[in-house]
């Protein structure tokens, strides 16, 4: 805890600096970007500190704070055709042909991809190449516009790998750091060992401040990210190649199980030992007692006797004996019918003015 303590009282955050520096939000993270502001890492949270020693080095310099101010300053492309006093389509020619590199981007809401440029490195271009400021363009750089060169996003690779080697020491860091540049597929054909490879993600440098969060925006800024040249690829590859023989060189990866500083390694357990389980005995069947010696019973008298039933008389179904009977004889239908007739007219049927009764259906 006292370490703690005495490492916050000569560390500041980064909003306090920026505030001694002079400088704004964003000149300030292009400053650490650019590895003109050093930084240090505070505990175990991930936030990175700026010590006061640094702070002190900075201000002691003859032209702060306005060199420093202008070392981190960026303008656009419409800002730096301005200070060359050229059009803007002509220095994205330039930009595109690789003769001025830019220093970071960031994507507008039609997704389209916005470079930014060191005014240094553009004033620089006005001073090295006057004589393509005007004029025609050369043969050569016409054709390669022709064939839709763009070195932007490559030159943008190249100038952050820089940054980045130059901030570790770390050989692993190192090639944590061109491992970055490349696809995962790549990189799994140049690290056989998935430990190692584990190892590379640990120390994989964080994401360039302003990366995009939401996912169509986000996968074109990784797509910008890692190399897409099948040269550029084949650098980066070897590269890696040979940081690893380095790193390797002054320590292995930690695999699982490994002692690091300040744990010992851990005792593996003791081997299992199967335990019998106890099965219970099956019980013994005894046979059942022999009978005497003797012929078989006949299946006549090994059967018992089945007691005799009287005959009774046959019972007929009521329905069925119902079903026989003859039917009435025509004499008799006609003396029904003239009895109904008889009482119809004496008047015992239904008068002709009553309703007959409505059935509903």
């Known amino acids: 805890m006292a370490v703690d303590e005495g490492a916050r009282s000569v560390t500041v955050t980064p909003g306090r600096a920026a505030q001694e520096l002079e400088l704004g939000r964003d000149e300030f993270r292009l400053a650490i970007q650019l590895g003109l502001v050093r930084t240090v890492p505070a505990?175990?949270?991930g936030r990175?500190?700026?010590?006061?020693?640094?702070?002190?080095?900075?201000?002691?310099?003859?032209?702060?704070?306005?060199?420093?101010?202008?070392?981190?300053?960026?303008?656009?492309?419409?800002?730096?055709a301005a200070l060359l006093e050229i059009s803007p389509e002509r220095f994205t020619r330039l930009a595109r042909t690789g003769h001025v590199s830019p220093v970071r981007f960031s994507l507008n809401r039609y997704r389209a991809v916005v470079w930014t440029y060191l005014a240094e490195d553009v004033a620089a271009l006005g001073r090295t190449c006057p004589a393509l400021l005007t004029g025609r363009l050369p043969l050569e750089l016409r054709e390669r516009l022709a064939a839709q060169e763009d070195l932007r996003p490559r030159n943008w690779r190249a100038r952050r790998l820089g940054v980045l080697l130059r901030a570790t020491d770390d050989p692993w860091a190192q090639a944590a750091a061109m491992a970055s540049m490349l696809d995962p597929v790549q990189v799994a054909e140049v690290v056989d060992d998935p430990y190692e490879r584990a190892h590379l993600d640990r120390l994989r440098p964080p994401e360039p401040p302003g990366t995009p969060v939401r996912a169509p925006a986000r996968d074109i800024a990784e797509r910008l990210a890692r190399a897409d040249d099948p040269d550029?690829?084949?650098?980066?590859?070897?590269?890696?190649?040979?940081?690893?023989?380095?790193?390797?060189?002054r320590g292995p990866a930690p695999h699982p199980g490994d002692a690091g500083p300040g744990r010992e390694r851990e005792e593996s357990p003791e081997p299992?030992?199967?335990?019998?389980?106890?099965?219970?005995?099956?019980?013994?069947?005894?046979?059942?007692?022999?009978?005497?010696p003797g012929p078989p019973p006949s299946p006549a008298e090994?059967?018992?006797?089945?007691?005799?039933?009287?005959?009774?008389?046959?019972?007929?179904?009521?329905?069925?004996?119902?079903?026989?009977?003859?039917?009435?004889?025509?004499?008799?239908?006609?003396?029904?019918?003239?009895?109904?007739l008889r009482r119809r007219r004496t008047g015992g049927g239904r008068g002709r003015g009553r309703k007959r009764p409505v059935s509903w259906p």
């Open 43 to 45: 505990g175990e949270s």
């Open 48 to 80: 990175r500190r700026v010590e006061r020693d640094e702070l002190d080095r900075l201000k002691a310099a003859p032209d702060f704070p306005a060199g420093l101010r202008d070392r981190v300053h960026a303008i656009g492309t419409a800002d730096a």
């Open 232 to 249: 550029e690829i084949l650098w980066h590859r070897l590269s890696l190649a040979l940081a690893l023989d380095e790193a390797r060189t």
């Open 272 to 292: 299992w030992v199967p335990v019998r389980r106890r099965t219970p005995r099956r019980p013994v069947l005894r046979a059942a007692p022999s009978l005497p």
């Open 302 to 340: 090994s059967a018992p006797p089945r007691p005799s039933t009287p005959p009774g008389p046959v019972l007929v179904p009521a329905v069925r004996a119902a079903a026989i009977e003859r039917p009435p004889s025509r004499a008799a239908a006609r003396a029904g019918l003239l009895a109904r």
